[in-house]
């Protein structure tokens, strides 16, 4: 079950859902619109799954920056957002999709509990100029059925992620997951 923009007000209020920054004026029918944090990495080479990203790290300017198609950008959200009792998923929506800006496609789910600042993928179909803070998708809040487990309770790679993260997968493949 989706939560309503009222239902997600409610929440935040009865300290069920966190949204920081928070603004009313966001919420929508069904989400809430999440925006652009102020940094970004570019990866940086070819990548492989057994070694860590090689990234340059850049702050978005006020000015914008403008993303180039073929190249992997890592963003994040300017909000940090989690909930106990929700799960999540984040979307990019249609106003960056008519941009030609492709956003978090792959991983759209934060589970129960999952408390952090968004690490966002992001690819272009043609030069688009971004600024830190636009809207950038929308989030939406799904309530769960069955006994809760906590994301930030696991032994979760991503769980303690202070902001952009690369992907961690090597740490499997060190481990021999073949």
Not at 2 to 23: C, F, K, N, Q, R
Not at 25 to 49: E, F, H, K, M, Q
Not at 78 to 94: A, C, F, I, P, R
Request: net charge negative; with cysteine.
């Amino acid at each position: 079950m989706i939560l309503t923009g009222p239902a997600i007000a409610a929440a935040v209020s009865a300290g069920e859902i966190t949204i920081v920054p928070y603004d009313p004026a966001r919420l929508s029918p069904n989400a809430y619109d999440w925006r652009l944090g102020d940094t970004i990495r570019v990866c940086d080479g070819d990548l492989d799954a057994a070694v860590p990203t090689a990234f340059t790290e850049l702050a978005i300017p006020a000015s914008g920056l403008v993303l180039r198609p073929g190249v992997l950008y890592l963003g994040v959200t300017l909000e940090k957002t989690g909930s106990e009792t929700y799960s999540q998923l984040l979307n990019g929506d249609h106003t960056i999709g008519a941009l030609g800006i492709w956003v978090h496609v792959s991983a759209p789910l934060g589970h129960q509990g999952h408390a952090i600042r968004w690490t966002l993928e992001i690819r272009a179909a043609k030069p688009a100029r971004v600024y830190p803070g636009m809207t950038f998708g929308k989030l939406v809040f799904l309530a769960t059925l069955g006994a809760p487990a906590s994301y930030q309770q696991q032994r979760a790679k991503y769980a303690a992620t202070p902001g952009i993260d690369i992907s961690r997968l090597y740490e499997e493949i060190s481990q021999g997951a073949l």
